[in-house]
């Protein structure tokens, strides 16, 4: 497989880590460091389960291909309703600053590496496997990075700003029901 590839393939699968980090990167009460640890969460998961997922991928190859997607899906979308119902309580406690949600997060969008690594990265072999996987990790810490920083300036609109717990739930939702039905 080549590196156009394992570059495309790395960017498709970084897509929702995007969406996701965009719309994290809406909420205010998301600090520097937080955006950092989203990142360092989303990229690590997406190498582990590409390279996972390629190892295990001449088992599963199409037996479990739609089951991680839906619970993915699921987990995503759910993240997205309690981002919304957020923003219609007072505001106590962010679940974004949760330190499990780095991990459900990071998890959830990166379920799809793991089925990428099923059907297509299952025939590399050794460590051009795992130099892939962390290619793959790289392309995605790249497009956190890109999403936070697009999110601080959409944020600035008035509209972005009063609604942003609205919005970042609204963009989850519709990427869990993504992950689930497509």
């Keep these: 497989m080549s590196i156009y590839n394992v570059f495309l393939i790395g960017l498709a699968l970084s897509l929702d880590a995007f969406g996701v980090a965009l719309s994290i990167g809406f909420n205010n009460e998301i600090k ?15 190498f582990l ?13 199409t037996y479990i291909v739609s089951v991680p997607k839906v619970i993915g899906g699921i987990i995503i979308a759910i993240v997205g309703l309690l981002m ?6 007072e505001k106590n406690k962010n679940i974004l600053l949760s330190t499990k949600m780095y991990f459900i997060l990071g998890i959830s969008v990166s379920i799809d590496a793991l ?18 996987g962390i290619f ?3 392309i995605t810490l790249v497009m956190c990075s890109v999403a936070f920083f697009i999110s601080r300036y959409l944020k600035k609109i008035s509209i972005v700003s009063r609604y942003a717990d609205y919005i970042g739930g609204i963009i989850l939702i519709i990427f869990g029901i993504k992950m689930i039905f497509f």
């Design 32 to 46: 520097k460091i937080n955006k950092i640890y989203f990142i360092i969460s989303f990229a690590f998961f997406q």
């Design 49 to 61: 389960f590409a390279y996972l997922g390629g190892l295990g991928g001449f088992l599963f190859n």
């Design 84 to 89: 919304i119902k957020e923003g219609r309580q």
């Design 115 to 132: 089925v990428v690594g099923f059907t297509t990265l299952n025939v590399i072999k050794g460590s051009l496997l795992f130099l892939n």
């Design 136 to 138: 793959i990790g790289l």
